[in-house]
């Protein structure tokens, strides 16, 4: 019962999809493990964005996936903290950024990507 629950807490089953797209949309999302992804973060209405995802609450974590990882790694770079590839695959070392991160920015570190973070991210 838990695991169901932490499915329907992280959203897991559209991880994956393009901002503002679950289910059936988020299947041609375009989105291919293993592909390296650019970074061109620019700033759009006051916010920092790569223009992968423009998500302000998606929890990321280990093993999560998706264009929501790789916005999440393309803003750690630009902050000045190495996640490791922009791949969409969030592993040890984007964890190890984003825990750095948030320590500079006085949030909770638990290396979890969550609103606090996404806020601090997009600044």
């Known amino acids: 019962m838990s695991f169901g629950a932490g499915l329907l ?3 897991a089953w559209d991880a ?3 901002a503002g797209k679950t289910g059936a949309e988020a299947a041609g999302s375009g989105y291919l493990r293993g592909q390296t992804y650019t970074c061109h973060v ?8 790569a223009n992968h995802s423009d998500t302000h609450e998606m929890l990321l974590d280990i093993n999560s996936t ?4 790789v916005e999440a790694q393309c803003l ?7 996640p490791g590839g922009f791949d969409g695959l969030y592993g040890e070392r984007a964890k190890k950024a984003a825990k750095e991160f948030q320590g500079k920015h006085r949030l909770v570190v638990d290396g979890i990507i969550g609103p606090d973070t996404w806020r601090e991210l997009r600044r």
């Open 9 to 11: 807490t992280a959203r």
């Open 16 to 18: 994956d999809a393009p």
């Open 42 to 49: 620019q700033r759009k209405n006051g916010e920092l964005r």
């Open 66 to 69: 998706g264009f929501d990882v």
């Open 76 to 82: 750690l770079r630009e902050k000045g903290f190495s």
